[in-house]
Nanobody
Framework: HVQLVESGGGSVEAGGSLRLSCVVS????????ISWFRQGLGKGPEGVAT???????TYADSVKGRFTISSDNAKNTLYLQMNSLNTEDTAMYYC?????????????????WGQGTQVTVS
């Protein structure tokens, strides 16, 4: 049973930083892509950053240069370091996982999801 559990969200002033964590457990199917998505109030889901088992990362244009995705394989944990936050970053943030080396930006391609962690920037 695959589980993803996010943490680290909260309220921060514009210009501040937060680090989100996502602990992954129960996955035994080989290579994996793990991504962060976010969904603001009244908005559709938006891909933020992705990382493959090999460590290849991609970022949405809206967060490039401000957000960094990384993983600690020993701890089965994924991180999203968010700097220079602005009000448009306010959203529920989710980590999601899919098997394989291909990281899709489409939420429908992911079958494993966490419960989300709220980030509010004021």
């Amino acid at each position: 049973h695959v589980q993803l559990v996010e943490s680290g969200g909260g309220s921060v002033e514009a210009g501040g930083s937060l680090r989100l964590s996502c602990v992954v457990s129960g996955y035994t199917l080989g290579n994996i892509c793990i991504s962060w998505f976010r969904q603001g109030l009244g908005k559709g889901p938006e891909g933020v950053a992705t990382i493959t088992s090999a460590g290849t990362t991609t970022y949405a244009d809206s967060v490039k240069g401000r957000f960094t995705i990384s993983s600690d394989n020993a701890k089965n944990t994924l991180y999203l370091q968010m700097n220079s936050l602005n009000t448009e970053d306010t959203a529920m943030y989710y980590c999601a996982a899919r098997s394989g080396d291909y990281c899709s930006w489409s939420p429908g391609d992911y079958i494993y999801w966490g419960q989300g962690t709220q980030v509010t920037v004021s």
